[in-house]
């Protein structure tokens, strides 16, 4: 069975400042993890994915991840937090078929 | 492309009344599927299907049944609605790439 831990339901951080959320998983098989972000009132949209090639991905927004199966995480970062950030961000590990467990979520608030 | 469409966007009902929640997608996706999305609980798998004529249980499928009759949509009902049923929820599909697409979502309250 799969499942998600996102460390963390709300983080807040300044405008210019790091950026990182937390997301630990547990997987019965090699993972595929993905970062989704909800802006409010939104559906969820895909910032990256790893699909066990590359343990650094990169994604939109310039934000990336990175795999590291010893510590069985897939911590989401972005160097500088600009106020457009502001969302909230869900992990997920897909399971067996095309099903996805998500993480309880990590909303992301962004100060001036 | 519209991706995947999601109708009503809102929707008030009476506890016991039934609905049906409309999901189509146009990208020729085999895997569908359906969550519920409440406060501090992420997204919960209702039910999904991968391919026509193919549903099955996710983890919270009291009180919802789907059919996939096309690859193209996939409704959600409600037979009889409770308020617990109160939440937001979300059609998603996939294809080859595995990465699920989401439509905007139906905002459903309960009274």
């Known amino acids: 069975a799969q499942s998600v831990t996102q460390l963390g339901s709300h983080v807040s951080v300044s405008e210019g400042a790091l950026v990182l959320l937390r997301c630990n998983y547990s997987s019965s098989v090699p993972p595929y993890l993905f970062w989704y972000v909800q802006y409010p009132n939104q559906g969820l949209q895909l910032l990256l994915k790893?699909?066990?090639?590359?343990?650094l991905v990169k994604g939109i927004n310039g934000f990336e991840a990175e795999f590291k199966k010893s510590e069985t995480s897939f911590h989401l970062t972005k160097p500088s937090a600009h106020m457009s950030d502001a969302a909230e961000y869900f992990c997920a590990v897909r399971g067996g078929g095309n099903k996805l467990t998500f993480g309880t979520g990590t909303q992301l608030k962004v100060e001036l | 492309n519209a991706g995947v469409t999601q109708t009503p966007k809102f929707q008030v009902l009476k506890t016991g009344q039934s609905m049906t929640l409309q999901c189509a997608q146009d990208?020729?996706?085999?895997?569908m599927s359906w969550y519920r999305q409440d406060p501090g609980m992420g997204l919960r798998l209702i039910h999904y299907s991968v391919g026509a004529g193919i549903t099955d249980q996710g983890e919270v499928p009291n009180g919802y049944n789907v059919s996939r009759s096309t690859t193209e949509d996939f409704p959600l009902r409600l037979l009889s609605a409770a308020p617990s049923q109160t939440s937001v929820y979300f059609c998603?599909?996939?294809?080859?790439?595995?990465?699920?697409?989401f439509g905007p979502g139906t905002r459903l309250t309960v009274t």
């Open positions: 790893y699909t066990s090639a590359a343990t």
């Open positions: 998603a599909s996939s294809g080859p790439t595995y990465e699920q697409y």
């Open positions: 990208m020729n996706h085999e895997y």
